[in-house]
Nanobody, 124 residues
């Protein structure tokens, strides 16, 4: 049974950095796309970034381009989200989600498997 477990969240000051991890286990296929989403209080869940483990295709939401970097360690079935120059508006619960094979978008409805989330708070 597929499981996704996020870690690395916490409290950080504006301008600081955090690295989130998403560890996948119980994979049925070895080609997949993992995406990061986030949901702030009172707001809809929004896509942040995705990466495909086979062709390393990546994509980012406009408001994190140049600040966040997604990467993956295929041997560990783990995806990372390095978040730099954090802003208070980055405060949210961050979720990773998986779709087998390829995904060319950051639409939550296209990702059938989800982790439970890790909380990120950016505040002074």
């Amino acid at each position: 049974q597929l499981q996704l477990v996020e870690s690395g969240g916490g409290l950080v000051q504006p301008g600081g950095s955090l690295r989130l991890s998403c560890a996948a286990s119980g994979l049925a296929f070895n080609v997949y796309t993992i995406a990061w989403f986030r949901q702030a209080p009172g707001k809809e869940r929004e896509g942040v970034s995705y990466i495909n483990n086979y062709n390393q295709d990546t994509n980012y939401a406009d408001d994190v381009k140049g600040r966040f970097i997604i990467s993956e360690d295929n041997a560990k079935s783990t995806v990372y989200l390095q978040m730099n120059s954090l802003k208070p508006e980055d405060t949210a619960v961050y979720y990773c989600a998986l779709k087998y094979l390829y995904s060319g978008n950051l639409l939550p409805k296209n990702y059938p498997y989800w982790g439970r989330g890790t909380e990120v708070t950016v505040s002074s």
